[in-house]
């Protein structure tokens, strides 16, 4: 497997643990802002009344 080639030490985990973290949360506010994006470009294209 890939962890036994990766020294599996506490502070590599707390890493590993960051960075998954950090993808999480970006991939999050990425879909975030598109749906924001998405949601005033259909209210602009949409008439007033």
Known sequence: MLTALL???AEGM???MYCKAFQ???LY???LL???IYSS???KRRPAR
Do not use: F, G, H
Request: aromatic share 0%.
């Open 7 to 9: 020294e599996p030490t």
């Open 14 to 16: 707390k890493d590993l």
């Open 24 to 26: 999480q949360a970006n």
């Open 29 to 31: 506010m990425q879909t």
């Open 34 to 36: 598109d749906l924001i």
């Open 41 to 43: 470009i259909c209210s």
